[in-house]
């Protein structure tokens, strides 16, 4: 029943590790988003795909690569690991863009 | 690009009382105005949100009221219970039609 689920809860690796998050939403929304919550909270999008194409993209290490197989999915890519990309990554969706958001619960990144 | 502003960082009130946080914004055509409620290990859940054509919203104990003039909105949240404890961010969709959330404010409901 989970609207916007995301695997892994938690990822605990060493640096210089490459490692996969996936997204999946079930509310068949057109729009999903990627977003890295620091350790302050700071909630701060990184990526947004509507119809599988890329429709934002902040100023983002480019070791982060998302992909978007189909409208209901939404994984991201981060290789060579560093100690500042430990925080909480969330996956969100909606009906198009300037819409209500749904989010996941979350994966905790942590990097040894 | 935009920037939001959000105050207080933390609040603490006695059950029943009422709570309100504020926000402002910087971009002037921003149009949309969500607020999230985040429980500890769990994901933001929206719980309100305004659109510039509207000054006032209400769902039962929830309310938000927004000043385009000035580029303020607040969430007023009425009769406060132990389960409203939680991190509640606010936030603000402009010309880049993209979310940019405010800081969060930490409100605890003291029984």
């Known amino acids: 029943d989970t609207a916007v689920s995301q695997t892994p809860k938690y990822l605990v690796t060493q640096m210089g590790n490459d490692k996969s998050i996936k997204c999946e939403q079930n509310?068949?929304?057109?729009?999903m988003y990627w977003y890295k919550q620091d350790s302050k909270k700071f909630l701060k999008i990184m990526f947004s795909?509507?119809?599988?194409?890329?429709?934002i993209n902040e100023t983002v290490p480019n070791r982060f690569s998302p992909k978007s197989p189909d409208k209901a999915h939404l994984n991201l890519h981060i290789n060579s690991l560093e100690l500042g990309d430990s925080a909480v990554y969330f996956c969100a969706s909606s009906q198009g863009q300037v819409q209500p958001q749904h989010f996941g619960d979350g994966t905790r990144l942590s990097i040894l | 690009g935009e920037n939001v502003e959000q105050h207080p960082s933390t609040l603490s009130v006695q059950e029943g009382d009422s709570a309100v946080i504020k926000c402002t914004y910087s971009d002037s055509a921003s149009n949309y105005f969500p607020w999230y409620k985040q429980e500890l290990g769990k994901g933001p859940q929206l719980i309100i949100d305004i659109r510039s054509n509207v000054g006032e919203k209400k769902d039962q104990r929830i309310a938000v009221t927004l000043n385009k003039t000035a580029k303020h909105f607040s969430l007023h949240i009425t009769e406060t219970q132990p389960e409203d404890s939680a991190v509640y961010f606010c936030a603000a969709a402009g010309s880049a039609r993209q979310l940019t959330f405010g800081s969060g404010t930490q409100l605890t409901v003291l029984p």
């Open positions: 795909y509507n119809n599988k194409e890329l429709i």
């Open positions: 509310l068949g929304h057109d729009t």
